[in-house]
């Protein structure tokens, strides 16, 4: 067991309080190791490869010393794996800590890519072929997937954006805001995001790829967002979509949803989808929501 950087455990303590915790899982070669080391950087005391049977002990272990944020990265090792996870994290939430689950994943011709470029062989893989392990450790993932409070799709990121994500949902010095929305722009024809909440398509508006003087520039760019939102409908389309989300919003955060991602695509998520994600979230902002833009698709043409 790799034990992160953070206070140390007192075993000689009884008092117990509640802890943060997460549990980082997911499809191996996804980036779940880098995922904890940015909660270590961010002061969580992380524990590498634990067992969901090791969890609850774990964290109570913590709860008697100075630890106040717990960090677990827990691999596929059986096939019981899923139940004993969700297992271990009703007994968790019944002690009375707080956890919660960021699942990292990646799309199988990236997740191939990556174990090919390393050499490496899939956990699961056995006497078959790699891409029949990813899919049968997506296949154990399946329960465990659609309980996490987190998606985290790492097939377009690099490291310093993957970095990004997790310090904006996480890095609040213990006080996680009720609900961090990150709204993503995409290009239809790159696909949807498998982690969208909510999708919104803003092919309506006219392109600015068919404008000569436009088309080099990006909806970051002045030219590009003056001519997409000063287009017409585009400012009642914002502002309508915009009482949508404050009404869902509060129902968001009753249900305990601490977690929103907004998508916003185009046709190559370069001009449209860009400037109307960027106002999204400068208005969710202004509401008092932690809001982030990023832009999945920009830089792939």
Known sequence: ???????????????????????????????????????????????????????????????????????????????????????????????????????VHARDEVLVRRYESNRREHPLQGGGRLVDGITAERNLLTGIAGEADLWVDTSDLNVHQLRATIENAFAREGQTPPLTATVMSFGFKYGVPLDADLVVDARFLPNPHWIPELRPFTGKDPGVRDYVLGQEDAAEFLDRYTEVLRLLVPGYRREGKRYLTLAVGCTGGKHRSVAIAEEFARRLTADGIAAVARHRDLGRE
């Open 1 to 103: 067991m790799n034990e992160g950087s953070g206070p140390g455990l007192d075993g000689a303590s009884t008092e117990t309080q509640p802890l943060e915790v997460v549990v980082v899982t997911g499809l191996s070669g996804a980036g779940k190791n880098s995922a904890g080391r940015v909660l270590e950087d961010l002061g969580w005391y992380v524990v590498d490869n634990l067992p969901p049977a090791l969890l609850l002990p774990m964290v109570e272990l913590g709860a008697r010393g100075d630890v106040r944020r717990f960090a677990a990265v827990v691999d596929v090792r059986s096939r019981a794996f899923t139940s004993d996870l969700q297992e271990a994290i009703r007994l968790l939430s019944e002690a009375g800590h707080r956890p919660r689950v960021l699942y």
